[in-house]
């Protein structure tokens, strides 16, 4: 009887003890994620430019508005330059910022493209001309989070009729 | 006398223990001590899909797999049911999803606390749930949440711009502890 006793006892222990303990239930999340490197291109009004419609963005407009080639006015950062009796080129600055994110690229290539090929007007970002329509390289080494200023000229011929000019120009930043 | 009581009162204890008809079950109900004794089953934590939240893959039982897919810092991320959000050191791509909880052989009205604890150390990361960051400590989840019921929660990662491109993943644990 004493053993049986000492056998409950036992019994009655581990069975307050499963009482007493806490009851746990578990899982488990997973979460996977492929991070990818990215590049920001960014349009800025310069100081000295006019103000870009758009400005902070990647998609920008520059609006040199309504010109003549003899008398009249040009917006508020448009140069408006004469050349003789042939033409006369607009010109204006604009800040061109790329940044980076995930990646161990420390600089960058800039290329432009102009969108439909100009035969009759000249375009040229600083001196390079991108009238002809094909990309042109325009710095091979920025620098990730600068502010870059370019000029951006429009040259249009004294023979050509009055009307509007549109085009676009294409940026495209690589990191290197 | 007393030291006599004593042992006839443990040995009447003893027989209403190992007396089924004691406690009103049939005579030939066996293991009525095992039946008293018996621990309700543990409570189960079931990981599930949110109504608006991105896919999420049940691997059986109480695992369960979140893709968020590619996701940039000036891209975000274009899978459904996730968001992101750009900080000026790191993005943020959040997502739902919800947690049930049952406790099988536990009265109606039984409740349990969750806690959460990640089971990663990758430091390029941080995984966030309803705001609060997971660690590889133990933390709330959620108190005294019903058992049977199941509740959404938000997802948050949030990685550096200085994090190198690729895979990351995390292991978050769950664990569920039924209040007494």
Redesign the interface.
């Known amino acids: 009887m004493k053993n049986r006793f000492l056998l409950a006892s036992v019994l009655s222990a581990f069975a307050l003890t499963g009482v007493a303990s806490a009851q746990t239930g578990s899982g488990t999340l997973g979460v996977t994620a492929t991070v990818a490197g990215s590049i920001s291109l960014t349009f800025i009004t310069d100081v000295a430019g006019v103000t870009l419609t758009g400005s902070g963005t990647s998609a920008a407009v520059v609006p040199f508005g309504t010109v003549s080639m003899s008398g009249g006015s040009v917006p508020a950062g448009v140069t408006k330059t004469v050349n003789g009796a042939s033409s006369f080129t607009l010109s204006t600055p604009f800040d061109v910022r790329v940044d980076l994110a995930n990646s161990a690229s420390t600089t960058y290539t800039l290329t432009a493209t102009l969108a439909t090929v100009d035969a009759t007007n000249s375009w040229f970002i600083g001196a390079v001309d991108m009238s002809a329509g094909a990309p042109h390289a325009l710095t091979a080494a920025g620098t990730f989070g600068t502010v870059v200023p370019w000029t951006l000229h429009l040259t249009v011929p004294a023979s050509e009729a009055a009307g509007s000019i549109s085009n676009s120009i294409g940026f495209t930043a690589v990191g290197g | 006398m007393t030291s006599q009581r004593t042992?006839l009162f443990?040995?009447g204890m003893?027989a209403l223990?190992?007396n089924p008809g004691a406690f009103g079950q049939p005579a030939g109900a066996p293991r009525l001590?095992t039946a008293?004794?018996a621990?309700?089953?543990?409570?189960?934590?079931?990981?599930l899909p949110a109504a608006n939240g991105a896919l999420l893959r049940n691997q059986g039982?109480?695992?369960?797999?979140?893709?968020?897919?590619?996701?940039?810092?000036?891209?975000g991320t274009s899978a459904p049911g996730q968001s992101s959000q750009k900080h000026s050191q790191s993005?943020v791509?959040s997502t739902r999803?919800a947690?049930r909880?049952d406790?099988p052989g536990?009265s109606a009205g039984s409740k349990?606390n969750v806690t959460m604890s990640r089971?990663d150390s990758a430091d390029k990361h941080v995984?966030r749930i309803d705001g609060t960051p997971v660690r590889s400590t133990e933390q709330i989840l959620v108190q005294s949440m019903p058992c049977g019921s199941q509740g959404e929660h938000r997802?948050d990662?949030e990685?550096l711009?200085?994090?190198?491109?690729?895979?990351?993943?995390?292991?978050?644990?769950?664990?569920?502890?039924?209040n007494?």
Not at chain 2, 161 to 178: E, K, R
């Open positions: 042992p443990r040995l003893l223990l190992t001590f008293v004794i621990n309700p089953a543990a409570p189960t934590i079931t990981i039982g109480s695992q369960a797999s979140l893709d968020l897919g590619r996701v940039s810092y000036f891209g993005f791509t999803f947690l909880v406790c536990n349990v089971l995984m997802l990662m990685v711009v200085s994090a190198p491109p690729g895979p990351i993943s995390s292991n978050v644990a769950f664990l569920a502890t039924l007494r």
